[in-house]
């Protein structure tokens, strides 16, 4: 048994069921939002948190693993541990093996069919349709470089509290992460929710919510998988709590094995339209936060700068999609008067209605629109009076406040 192995089954043995605090803490490099910190703490839902881990493991290999609090499951092996110092370009990560006693079959036939077989619809490409897992991902300064954000299908990027940002993320479990890690994981918010009913019931993982967000929450028609349902997270140690939780996402959907496939959420592939403005780059902004995606011609796809820094991953290299949306909403607060701190409501991001969009591909950007009539519809994507086609690949979704 390695060393690593044998630290996680003393602790196993040893420490009763753990769960992770859920507090959404604004980015310390805001010095205005400090102030809110300490409120914001008694409005999250209390969860106590997880055992240290030792210095000698890094993100994503397990610091600290939580067993579900009501049914024990065979234990997860960890995968090897990284160095401590961080290599120049990022190392994927090999996937642990799993255990097989519980393993349920993940993929279905898609419904839409190419000459070669079945197209996702989530990404255009050739595959057949894998159940759905939705991952609220951190994005403030210290939570980067993420980790398996670019297995993603899509990736909604929301505004939360203070003008922040966080990702919703969307997995196919055809196509996991290559390191089985995903994260650092954070709170749900009001906005997601809308977002996953065009979904279907699906896998839901997040760290904790607002108090008064959890019965919503518990109401809805996703599959909780928090640190209160399941202990399928684990600490790192490249970052500081609360940015230092992932999760396993093969124990997720094993222990979850319900969740929808892959189903058509309004996206149409396809070659790019006529006309269109070649542009290069292109800045998304949020009061806080920031995105620019520069077109690279060499692989493709629009890389990613968040606030300025080009935006990388622990598992595999600088984040990049192939289409870019940036889909402009009436931002607004919180329908249900929600609070991040005393005072100060909710942002909220309506994806149900109508607004303008701007598309980006293969180096053009395009003007068109969105629209969606409610939360069991798909979301159209209109440019020139016709479906906008997007390239296949992964999507990115920025809700563009307005």
């Known amino acids: ?54 210095a000698s493991i890094q993100v994503p290999a397990p610091a600290t693993t939580m067993r579900p609090p009501a049914t024990s499951r065979p234990p997860a092996i960890p995968t090897p541990p990284t160095p401590t110092t961080a290599p120049a370009s990022p190392t994927p990560v090999p996937s642990p093996p799993r255990p097989t006693a519980h393993t349920t079959p993940s993929s279905v036939a898609s419904p839409a069919r190419g000459p070669q077989g079945p197209i996702s619809p989530l990404t255009g490409l050739p595959g057949a349709a894998g159940r759905i897992l939705a991952v609220k991902i951190d994005n403030i300064v210290t939570a980067r470089p993420q980790t398996g954000v670019n297995s993603a299908d899509v990736v909604y990027a929301i ?18 992460p290559q390191g089985d890690a995903i994260g650092p994981v954070r709170s749900a918010r009001e906005s997601d929710l809308p977002i996953l009913q065009q979904y279907g019931k699906v896998d839901f993982v997040y760290s904790g919510a607002l108090s008064k967000f959890l019965p919503v929450l518990a109401d809805a028609n996703v599959f909780n998988c928090s640190p209160d349902q399941d202990g399928s997270f684990f600490r790192g140690t490249s970052n500081a709590p609360p940015s230092n939780l992932y999760t396993t996402p093969s124990d997720i959907l094993r222990d979850f094995p319900g969740s929808a496939p ?42 990613v700068a968040m606030d300025g820094t080009p935006a990388d991953t622990t598992d595999e290299g600088p984040i990049g999609a192939a289409t870019i949306v940036i889909q402009k909403v009436a931002e607004t607060t919180s329908p249900r008067g929600f609070m991040d701190s005393p005072g100060v409501p909710s942002p909220y991001a309506p994806t149900i209605g109508s607004g303008d969009a701007v598309f980006l591909r293969d180096g053009k950007a395009y003007q068109g629109s969105w629209s969606r009539t409610d939360a069991g519809s798909g979301t159209t994507f209109t440019y020139q009076g016709g479906a906008m086609r997007f390239h296949p690949g992964q999507v990115w979704i920025v809700l563009d406040p307005q």
């Open 1 to 54: 048994m390695r060393p690593v192995e044998r630290l996680r089954a003393r602790w196993r043995a040893s420490s009763p069921t753990a769960k992770v605090a859920a507090v959404a803490i604004p980015s310390c490099a805001l010095a205005g939002l400090l102030a809110a910190t300490a409120a914001n703490a008694g409005l999250f839902a209390p969860l106590a948190s997880a055992r240290p881990s030792p």
């Open 159 to 176: 505004e939360v509290e203070g003008g922040l940002s966080r990702f919703l993320a969307i997995y196919d479990s055809n196509h996991l």
């Open 262 to 303: 892959a189903q058509d959420v309004g996206f149409r592939f396809g070659d790019a339209p006529d006309g269109g403005d070649p542009t290069d780059s292109y800045t998304a902004t949020m009061p806080s936060a920031s995105f620019t995606f520069t077109w690279s011609a060499e692989q493709g796809k629009y890389l």
